[in-house]
C-alpha cells in the first residue's frame, strides 16, 4: 500500500494503522512530516534506546536517539505515534505526535522525576485480584494517575472465580464501587469467561492500558481479550496470591475484536506524579463536601463547621476515606514541591503556622492547669 493511502481522510479506517488506533486527527497531526519522507507508526515496544514500530510496511525496529534521550517525561513511550526514517542502518524515529494522554508516576528513584508509562490511552485498566483482600488504598493510588492521565479508568474485578457466592461478591463490588466514584467496576473470570463480554466491548473502543500488581491476574486477563497465549503466565504464590513478574516489558497489540491493548509488568510502586486533578475525582465526594465548609481553607481535622467531619460522624463519609485523601493529597504535594519552589514556600508557611498553633494551645493549657 502506498504511503499516500495513509493521509487521505476518507481512507482512515481502511489502512493498516486502522487496527492500531490511527484516525483522521492523527493523519492530520502527522501531514507537517510527509514532506521529508517519514513514515508514521505506533510504538509498540521499547527497549534500551531502541524500539518496535508498527508502519504501513510492516514492524520495523528503530533507534530512539534524536529522541531527547535525557528526559525521561520526552522519551519514547509504548503507544506513541511516531514519525520514522523509511530506511536506514539504523533507522531513526525523529519524533513522536503530540500525545493526547500519558500515565505518568513518579520514578522509584530519589530524583524528581517522572516516568511515562504509556501514551494516548483511552482507558486504564486498573486490574485487581479476588484472590487476596482487597487493598482500596492502592486501588485509590491507581485511580488518582488513571484519572491525571485523561484516560477513562476501569476497575476489572479479577478472578471472580473464586469468590466463593453471589452475594459475597456483590459486597465486593460495591465496596470497589464506593471507592471508585464514576468508575465502571467489572468482575470477571478468565478461567470461564464470566464478565468478558462486557470488558470486550469497553476496550473495543479504542487503545487500553492494563495495570497492576504482580499476581493480579493481568497476562491472563490479555490473554483472554487476545483470544490465545500471546502473554505468558505463571502460577500464583499460595501463601499470598502474589505472582511474579511474567511481563518484563509494555507491549502494544490489536484486540481481535476492535481496539488495542498495552500489557505492563506488575508495578510494585505507584507513586504520584503531579495529580492533584486525579487525587480530586477520586475523591470527588469529599472536595464536594470541603466546598461547604465554613472556612475555604479548611483542613478538615478540627475546625468549627467543618461539613467533612460533619459527614464522618453522621456516617455518611467513612473515615479511612478522609485518611486515604490527605495522605494521597500531602503526596502529591512533596512531590510537586521539589520542582515549584513557590509550593515549597506555601508548605513550610504552613508547618510554621500549624506549630504556631499547637504551641499557642499547648501554653493555653499550662495556664489552665497552674
Given at each position: ?11 482512515s ?17 502527522f ?11 505506533r ?14 510496511d ?69 486490574a ?90 493481568k497476562?491472563?486477563l ?28 509494555r ?55 467543618c ?18 485523601y ?45
Amino acid at each position: 500500500m502506498s504511503f499516500s493511502s495513509l493521509q487521505s481522510p476518507s481512507s482512515s479506517t481502511s489502512h493498516p494503522l486502522a487496527p492500531y488506533g490511527w484516525d483522521d486527527a492523527w493523519a492530520d497531526e502527522f501531514a507537517p512530516h510527509e514532506p521529508e519522507g517519514l513514515l508514521p507508526g505506533r510504538v509498540i515496544r521499547v527497549d534500551r534506546g531502541q524500539c518496535d514500530v508498527v508502519t504501513a510496511d510492516g514492524i520495523v525496529r528503530a533507534d530512539t536517539a534524536f529522541v531527547t534521550p535525557n528526559d525521561p517525561m520526552r522519551v519514547v513511550c509504548t503507544g506513541d505515534w511516531v514519525a520514522v526514517e523509511p530506511a536506514g542502518n539504523p533507522r531513526y524515529v525523529r519524533t513522536y505526535l503530540p500525545r493526547r494522554t500519558a500515565f505518568v508516576r513518579s520514578t522509584s528513584s530519589n530524583r524528581s522525576e517522572g516516568q511515562i508509562l504509556a501514551a494516548n490511552v483511552d482507558h486504564a485498566i486498573v486490574a485487581v485480584s479476588l484472590a487476596v483482600e482487597l487493598d482500596l488504598g492502592r486501588i485509590e493510588r491507581f485511580l488518582a494517575l488513571a484519572w491525571e492521565s485523561g484516560a477513562q479508568p476501569v476497575v476489572v474485578l479479577t478472578k471472580a472465580d473464586l469468590v466463593p457466592d453471589a452475594a459475597t461478591l456483590g459486597h465486593l463490588v460495591e465496596d470497589v464501587e464506593t471507592t471508585a466514584p464514576g468508575v465502571p467496576v467489572l468482575p470477571v473470570s478468565s478461567l470461564d469467561g464470566a464478565g468478558l463480554e462486557v470488558l470486550v466491548a469497553v476496550v473495543s473502543g479504542g487503545t487500553s492500558v492494563l495495570l497492576g500488581q504482580s499476581g493480579a491476574g493481568k497476562s491472563t486477563l490479555a490473554n483472554a481479550l487476545l483470544g490465545e497465549d500471546v502473554m505468558d503466565v505463571q502460577a500464583t504464590r499460595d501463601a499470598d496470591g502474589k505472582g511474579r513478574h511474567t511481563t518484563t516489558t509494555r507491549n502494544l497489540l490489536a484486540l481481535p475484536g476492535g481496539g488495542a491493548l498495552i500489557d505492563t509488568p506488575g508495578l510494585r510502586g505507584v507513586g504520584l506524579w503531579d495529580a492533584e486533578s486525579g487525587v480530586g475525582q477520586v475523591f470527588s465526594e469529599i472536595e464536594d463536601l470541603a466546598a461547604r465548609c465554613r472556612f475555604h481553607d479548611c483542613a478538615h481535622e478540627s475546625e468549627p463547621g467543618c461539613a467533612v467531619l460533619a459527614a464522618i460522624e453522621d456516617g455518611v463519609l467513612p473515615e479511612r476515606r478522609l485518611d486515604s485523601y490527605r495522605k494521597l493529597i500531602r503526596e502529591n504535594q512533596r512531590i510537586v514541591a521539589k520542582t515549584d519552589a513557590r509550593l515549597r514556600a506555601e508548605i513550610k508557611r504552613d508547618w510554621k503556622r500549624k506549630g504556631a498553633q499547637g504551641k499557642a494551645a499547648m501554653e493555653a493549657k499550662r495556664g489552665r492547669w497552674a
